[in-house]
C-alpha cells in the first residue's frame, strides 16, 4: 500500500504523522479508507474487511482497528451486518437553546422517550444548587433524546415540584420541557451555566442509547435560571459524541 503524508502548509490541521514519517499501519489504512468514505458519499455500504484487507495490504486485525477508529469518531456506522458510511454529525448551540430547536435547525425531527419521572425529597447537594431547603420535593425526568427516530443521548432534568407542580399530567414527555414552562407555566429562561466534558457511558446509560461502552460520550452539565435570576433546573444531558458536535459564538468585550 502506498501512502503520502505530505501536507499543504496551509492546511487547517496536520495530516496526523509524525515529522520523521514513520506511521503505524493501521493509521495508514485509516487514511486510505477515509478517501474512500468521500468517494462513496453517505449511506453506502463499505467494502467487507476481506476485499479492504486485500486492497490496502494490510492483516485483517489491523483494518479492524482502522475501522474503529472511523466509527468511534462518527464517520462509519454499523448497519445490521455491514459497515455504511455516516452522515455528518449534528451541530447543537451552546445557547439556552432548548434540543429540539437545535435538532431542528438541522432538518432532523427531535424526540424523546420517557424513561422515568420520580417525585422524591431533595438532597442537600441539589437543593444548594436549586435554591431549596433540604427535603423539598423535587422532580427528576429522564429521557432518551432521539433524532429522526435514532437513539442519540439521554437527559436528566432536575426541576423543583413548586416551578412545575403538575408535571407528571399535565407535560408531554416527548415535547420540549422549554416550551413546556414558557407556553403554559409563564417562566423565562434568564441564563446558564454549563460545562462541557468528555465521558465513556455507563452500562445502563449505553444499553439506553444503544451504543458500546467504549464509545465517548459529551457530557454537559446545566444550571439554568429564570429572568429574575432564581435557580429553575438542573440538567445532565450525555450525548453520542460520534453523532454531535457543538458551537457557540464568541465576541469581545472590554478590558479595563
Not at 12 to 30: C, F, L, M, Q, T
Not at 226 to 236: I, N, S, Y
Request: glycine share 10%.
Amino acid at each position: 500500500m502506498e501512502f503520502s503524508y505530505g501536507q499543504d502548509p496551509g492546511a487547517p490541521i496536520r495530516s496526523g504523522v509524525p515529522e520523521h514519517g514513520r506511521i503505524p499501519k493501521y493509521y495508514a489504512a485509516k487514511v486510505e479508507i477515509a478517501a474512500l468514505l468521500a468517494e462513496l458519499g453517505e449511506g453506502e455500504l463499505l467494502p467487507t474487511e476481506r476485499e479492504l484487507a486485500l486492497r490496502f495490504e494490510v492483516s485483517r486485525e489491523t483494518l479492524r482497528q482502522a475501522l474503529r477508529e472511523l466509527i468511534l469518531e462518527g464517520r462509519l456506522r454499523r448497519l445490521g451486518r455491514g459497515t455504511v458510511v455516516a452522515g455528518p454529525k449534528m451541530e447543537q448551540p451552546l445557547s439556552l437553546a432548548s434540543y429540539t430547536e437545535g435538532v431542528r435547525g438541522q432538518g432532523r425531527r427531535p424526540g424523546r422517550n420517557l424513561v422515568s419521572l420520580d417525585r422524591f425529597p431533595c438532597p442537600p447537594r441539589l437543593a444548594a444548587d436549586l435554591g431549596l431547603e433540604v427535603g423539598d420535593a423535587v422532580w427528576h425526568m429522564e429521557r432518551v433524546l432521539l433524532a429522526d427516530d435514532e437513539r442519540v443521548g439521554l437527559e436528566s432534568t432536575y426541576v423543583a415540584v413548586g416551578r412545575a407542580p403538575d408535571l407528571d399530567t399535565d407535560f408531554t414527555p416527548d415535547s420540549s420541557f422549554y416550551a413546556y414552562l414558557h407556553e403554559r407555566l409563564g417562566i423565562g429562561f434568564g441564563d446558564a451555566d454549563e460545562r462541557l466534558e468528555t465521558v465513556l457511558a455507563t452500562p445502563r446509560e449505553a444499553l439506553l442509547i444503544g451504543t458500546p461502552g467504549a464509545l465517548p460520550m459529551l457530557l454537559i452539565h446545566r444550571l439554568s435560571r429564570d429572568t429574575a435570576g432564581r435557580p429553575l433546573e438542573r440538567v445532565r444531558s450525555l450525548y453520542r459524541g460520534d453523532r454531535f458536535s457543538f458551537t457557540t459564538h464568541l465576541g469581545t468585550s472590554a478590558r479595563g
